[in-house]
């Protein structure tokens, strides 16, 4: 059973250009969560999705950040016009129905130029 | 606000001497707490969950206790070696949709 999978590992980004994060979660495991790593920061609680459902966007910047989780396919986080303050790690998460317990991926690291 | 907080933030001990790390949250209404494991670059490494219902757990050289009454947790690690240097998580599910709230860690280093 593969962990949590996400791309890619490391992406570059030029100031107002679009990254896109993929998170494909543990077999079995329909919910997905999306943390932020700042650099010499704690993780931060971006959002909570179920297949075709954001449950909970309330760590999400209302602005140039989206999500998304279809029923077929992986999550994914997109960030549009990126700007320097973006440069961070980004964790995925996913977690089965029963004990609460979550797995996280290696993360996707961002950086903008 | 609900909030985790680990302290000390860096620890330091030489090889075979026992690791004490501790958490603390501020709300005892909790589901679950989770430990994690974080080498530099990469990825959190599940090391131990423990149920709101139960009071400890255990994992080999590892060991987590639960007091939701005083809100705390700590982390035992028996005879360190140094591969157990890394950033040691403490995350907390304050609700039923198991989101956790992280601590800032504690950066463990043991010297052989």
């Known amino acids: 059973n593969a962990g949590v999978m996400q791309n890619p590992r490391h992406l570059v980004r030029r100031r107002g250009q679009e990254a896109r994060l993929r998170c494909s979660p543990m077999?079995?495991?329909?919910?997905v969560y999306w943390y932020r790593q700042l650099p010499e920061e704690g993780l931060k609680f971006m959002v909570y999705?179920?297949?075709?459902?954001?449950?909970?966007e309330s760590g999400m910047p209302k602005e140039r950040f989206s999500a998304e989780f279809p029923k077929e396919g992986p999550s994914i986080l997109r960030i549009q016009q990126v700007v320097r303050g973006d440069s961070a790690a980004y964790f995925c998460?996913?977690?089965?129905?029963?004990?609460?317990?979550?797995?996280f991926g290696e993360g996707s690291r961002l950086t903008v130029l | 606000k609900q909030e985790v907080t680990q302290i000390p933030a860096a620890l330091s001990v030489p090889e075979g001497e026992n690791l004490v790390l501790n958490c603390s949250f501020t709300?005892?209404?909790?589901?679950?707490l989770q430990w994690f494991r974080q080498d530099p670059g990469k990825g959190l490494t599940s090391l131990l969950l423990?149920?709101?219902?139960?009071r400890e757990q255990t994992s080999g050289r590892l060991n987590a206790s639960l007091d939701k009454s005083s809100g705390r947790s700590t982390l035992y690690i028996a005879a360190s070696q140094p591969g157990d240097s890394a950033t040691y998580l403490c995350?907390?599910?304050?609700?039923?949709?198991?989101?956790?709230?992280f601590g800032a860690g504690t950066t463990v280093t043991v010297r052989a």
């Open positions: 998460a996913s977690r089965t129905q029963p004990t609460g317990e979550l797995f």
């Open positions: 995350a907390v599910s304050f609700s039923n949709d198991y989101k956790l709230s």
């Open positions: 423990i149920q709101s219902s139960q």
């Open positions: 709300d005892s209404a909790i589901y679950n």
């Open positions: 077999k079995g495991h329909s919910h």
């Open positions: 999705l179920q297949k075709e459902n954001i449950i909970d």
